[in-house]
């Protein structure tokens, strides 16, 4: 056998520069965000929680992005489905819950703001704001000031299709072509803004307006782990190499409703959820591992209990935590002229 073709015979994940431990992490990962979402959508339904806006579907393309970027380096600005993307760089499950029942120890926000809304500086996530599509200036500002003071790091923006219509995205994207900035674009194309099918919002593909701003831009298959690794690493190094952004459009198709205020039933079929759950990345990646060796189903069910019992201890703690103060609803609002406050 030539080393061509024993390169060929090697699992994709190593011919990716993956491990086998790396692989199966970030396979759990994906469940761990999927089963935090599903409990939260229980949790609004028995009226435990006020609120709560889905990523179900999304999770491969965030989990697998993730891991392509440098977790204890890198900026990161997620919208506001992006749990399993937050949960994979360091966020913990108690936090996420303790946004979920707006309990004054909320990392994100101290109770203020609703669900989906990340921020931690620890983590260098940066706060999002309920406008979609503010976080893209903001990322291509965290690259302006890692390329002014030569930082081989790169921000990490994301949105949805439907944002990418929006001037924020546009400016963002001019701004970075002409300065060459290390930031990565990346729009899930989950196919819906709240109701809007993308064929009524895009007369074309949104990685090809990258085109027009002077760098790259790439469409991938946002249920393939692996391909999605592949592309976003490939943009961080160009990135840190000083050759500029990246625009990524992974296609995706958002499983649940835009939250759970919305019947997504009244502008879309069943039929049509059911047939793109058959290309939910999740169980894809499960078929990869299992057929690798790397994983079995009895993996699963003991994982699975684990989650079980992580999310349980993360409700419990949220549900006892304190709410904010009433008057902390004008922290951070306006000035305060008392000296020391």
Same mark, same amino acid.
């Given at each position: 056998?030539?080393?061509?073709?024993?390169?060929?015979?090697?699992?994709?994940?190593?011919?990716?520069?993956?491990?086998?431990?790396?692989?199966?992490?970030?396979?759990?990962?994906?469940?761990?965000?999927?089963?935090?979402?599903?409990?939260?959508?229980?949790?609004?339904?028995?009226?435990?929680?006020?609120?709560?806006?889905?990523?179900?579907?999304?999770?491969?393309?965030?989990?697998?992005?993730?891991?392509?970027?440098?977790?204890?380096?890198?900026? $990161?600005?997620?919208?506001?489905? &992006?749990?399993?993307?937050? !949960?994979? @760089?360091?966020?913990?499950? =108690? %936090?996420?819950?303790?946004?979920?029942?707006?309990?004054?120890?909320?990392?994100?926000?101290?109770?203020?703001?609703?669900?989906?809304?990340?921020?931690?500086?620890?983590?260098?996530?940066?706060?999002?704001?309920?406008?979609?599509?503010?976080?893209?200036?903001?990322?291509?500002?965290?690259?302006?000031?890692?390329?002014?003071?030569?930082?081989?790091?790169?921000?990490?923006?994301?949105?949805?299709?439907?944002?990418?219509?929006?001037?924020?995205?546009?400016?963002?994207?001019?701004?970075?072509?002409?300065?060459?900035?290390?930031?990565?674009?990346?729009?899930?194309?989950?196919?819906?803004?709240?109701?809007?099918?993308?064929?009524?919002?895009?007369?074309?593909?949104?990685?090809?307006?990258?085109?027009?701003?002077? $760098?790259?831009?790439?469409?991938? &298959?946002?249920?393939?782990? !692996?391909? @999605?690794?592949?592309?976003? =690493? %490939?943009?961080?190094?160009?990135?840190?190499?000083?050759?500029?952004?990246?625009?990524?459009?992974?296609?995706?198709?958002?499983?649940?409703?835009?939250?759970?205020?919305?019947?997504?039933?009244?502008?879309?079929?069943?039929?049509?959820?059911?047939?793109?759950?058959?290309?939910?990345?999740?169980?894809?990646?499960?078929?990869?591992?299992?057929?690798?060796?790397?994983?079995?189903?009895?993996?699963?069910?003991?994982?699975?209990?684990?989650?079980?019992?992580?999310?349980?201890?993360?409700?419990?703690?949220?549900?006892?935590?304190?709410?904010?103060?009433?008057?902390?609803?004008?922290?951070?609002?306006?000035?305060?002229?008392?000296?020391?406050?």
């Amino acid at each position: 056998m030539n080393a061509k073709s024993s390169v060929q015979m090697k699992p994709r994940h190593e011919q990716l520069g993956l491990s086998d431990t790396v692989v199966v992490d970030m396979y759990k990962y994906m469940l761990l965000a999927r089963k935090f979402d599903e409990r939260c959508l229980l949790l609004q339904r028995a009226g435990k929680i006020n609120f709560h806006v889905s990523g179900i579907g999304q999770e491969t393309t965030q989990i697998a992005a993730a891991f392509a970027l440098d977790r204890e380096r890198d900026y $990161f600005l997620p919208y506001y489905r &992006d749990y399993g993307f937050v !949960l994979s @760089v360091g966020m913990t499950l =108690k %936090e996420l819950m303790l946004s979920a029942f707006a309990k004054a120890d909320d990392p994100n926000s101290g109770g203020r703001q609703m669900p989906g809304h990340f921020g931690s500086k620890r983590l260098r996530i940066v706060t999002g704001s309920s406008p979609v599509t503010t976080q893209v200036p903001h990322a291509v500002g965290i690259a302006l000031s890692a390329k002014m003071q030569k930082k081989d790091i790169v921000s990490y923006v994301t949105f949805g299709e439907g944002s990418s219509n929006q001037g924020d995205f546009h400016e963002g994207l001019n701004f970075a072509g002409v300065q060459k900035l290390p930031v990565i674009f990346l729009c899930e194309n989950n196919q819906y803004a709240i109701s809007v099918p993308v064929k009524k919002q895009l007369g074309g593909k949104v990685s090809d307006r990258a085109l027009g701003y002077g $760098f790259p831009g790439v469409r991938v &298959d946002g249920n393939d782990a !692996l391909e @999605v690794y592949r592309v976003v =690493k %490939e943009a961080r190094e160009r990135a840190v190499r000083g050759e500029g952004p990246t625009l990524i459009e992974s296609m995706m198709y958002r499983l649940s409703p835009h939250s759970t205020s919305d019947n997504d039933l009244a502008y879309r079929t069943k039929e049509e959820v059911d047939e793109n759950w058959e290309k939910d990345g999740l169980p894809r990646m499960k078929a990869y591992l299992l057929e690798c060796g790397l994983w079995s189903e009895e993996q699963e069910a003991a994982f699975l209990e684990e989650i079980k019992q992580e999310l349980k201890i993360a409700i419990d703690e949220a549900e006892r935590a304190p709410f904010p103060n009433p008057e902390d609803t004008l922290l951070h609002v306006y000035a305060n002229d008392g000296e020391g406050q």
